[in-house]
């Protein structure tokens, strides 16, 4: 039936094709022609037909082909896949076996390798902090010491032999190097923190080093050698450096700087404000209170020799007191009571007589206690300055915490610098004029009972005549 259909259909194509051929070229073409072109027709067809079925069953191979090469692939990927979780099972089966015999067999040395790593970890600072690091000269490729003990110190795993060696050999070299005094020569970084310039260094240890007669210190980050930037004020300690960087081994021992903090100590030590830069930091209060500070210690100077040359002239007066002479205080009041030849002290009153010995005594007492006066208001003055100071360092310091919104204490140091230096400015003002006016009124004081005593002695002359 089926093939039935198909013969059918290609009578009816076969058909149309005549008829078709027929009407194009029945003017031209007669019947045996007609035939032999739709025979060559049919031949074509056939043959494209034909290559057209070999194309498509080619395709078709090549498809199977493929198919079957891919399925193999994918079998061959999911045995290897079986394969490999079959080997990852193993493996972590013998990675835990090997684990626990790792840890039966480190026994102690589990516990050496912790004090390995924790000692290595101490060194490790020690040594970054350490000025003798720039003595030091690595072969190419070598690993530093700092990096090696860094290394050690986060190790995860048992250090080697050769490493725990190196080790005891650094820190065995870094105390040999810590008790010698050597000589050599290193770039040196200038004070303008750029130019660095290769000198001769002399060595103390990890303590302290010295290039062209000026202290160095060490800067950790960069791994050098620097000229701090401010020396030691102290010509004592400048001539130690000078003395330590000319010294040879001829020379024997010699004095020298130790900083036993490897230079922190030092560097605080120069950083210390001097006592102009202090009062500068108190600023005008704090001038205030130096100025008025002088004007005390002047005022009182002066009357100090004014009364050590008054003592001393009534002193010499007690001695003649039968011949008064002007140039001290109890000569003037001698010669006012008794003196003026125009009077006779013997015959006048005795209230004239006390009147005029008080006259005389009330007229040296200005002189006597000048400046006491002003002195005690410098004392009561100096420390209500220091408050005024500390109130604006106060001021200064909240100023700072408002505008940045932080307590940071870089931010109010300043503030509580000044509010700090007026209060002892204005203590180490009140005090010292607080000594010296003491001293003044006792002075005065002596001077006076001198008086007081004499003219008691007159009053007392001029009575029992």
């Excluded at 059918?8 to 045996?32: E, R």
């Amino acid at each position: 039936m089926k093939y039935r259909m198909l013969f059918s259909k290609l009578i009816s194509v076969f058909v149309v094709s005549c008829l078709s051929g027929v009407a194009g070229y029945a003017t031209a073409l007669t019947l045996d022609e007609l035939m032999d072109k739709v025979r060559a027709d049919s031949s074509a067809q056939a043959k494209i037909a034909t290559q057209r079925e070999s194309t498509f069953r080619a395709a078709k191979e090549a498809q199977d082909k493929l198919y079957k090469d891919t399925l193999a692939k994918r079998n061959t990927a999911e045995n290897l896949s079986n394969t490999l979780n079959t080997r990852i099972g193993d493996n972590r089966i013998r990675i835990d076996e090997i684990n626990e015999l790792l840890r039966v067999n480190q026994g102690n040395l589990g516990e050496l390798f912790g004090v390995t790593r924790q000692i290595a970890g101490d060194a490790s600072g020690v040594l970054t902090d350490s000025l003798i690091n720039t003595q030091i000269v690595l072969a190419a490729g070598e690993e530093n010491r700092l990096d090696f003990m860094r290394r050690i110190a986060s190790s995860t795993a048992l250090p080697s032999i050769i490493d725990l060696e190196r080790m005891w050999f650094e820190l065995m070299g870094e105390m040999k190097a810590d008790g010698e005094v050597t000589r050599y020569k290193s770039p040196v970084l200038q004070a303008d923190g750029v130019t660095s310039i290769e000198e001769e260094i002399v060595r103390i240890g990890s303590y302290g080093a010295v290039a062209n007669n000026e202290y160095l210190g060490y800067l950790t980050g960069e791994g050098t050698l620097a000229t701090i930037s401010r020396q030691p004020a102290e010509k004592a300690l400048m001539t130690l450096a000078s003395d330590l960087q000319n010294s040879t081994q001829d020379t024997g021992y010699i004095r020298a700087m130790v900083d036993p903090a490897r230079g922190a100590l030092l560097s605080l030590y120069v950083e210390r404000p001097d006592v102009i830069e202090r009062i500068q930091n108190g600023e005008v209060v704090g001038w205030v209170i130096v100025f008025v500070g002088c004007i005390g210690v002047l005022v009182a100077l002066f009357q100090y020799v004014y009364l050590f040359m008054a003592r001393s002239a009534v002193a010499s007066q007690l001695k003649k007191l039968n011949v008064p002479i002007k140039n001290n205080c109890l000569g003037r009041m001698l010669i006012e009571v008794t003196g003026d030849k125009n009077r006779n002290f013997i015959n006048e009153r005795a209230e004239v007589v006390e009147l005029r010995i008080s006259e005389a005594v009330l007229r040296e007492l200005p002189k006597l206690e000048r400046f006491q006066s002003f002195l005690r208001l410098a004392v009561a003055a100096g420390p209500l300055l220091g408050l005024i100071g500390t109130v604006i360092g106060m001021i200064l310091t909240f100023d700072s915490i408002t505008a940045s919104g932080s307590s940071d204490p870089k931010l109010m140091a300043q503030g509580i610098g000044q509010a700090m230096i007026a209060t002892v400015l204005g203590l180490g003002v009140a005090i010292p004029l607080l000594f010296l006016n003491a001293g003044l009124v006792s002075l005065s004081k002596g001077v006076i009972h001198v008086l007081e005593e004499q003219s008691t002695r007159l009053m007392a002359h001029r009575l029992g005549n």
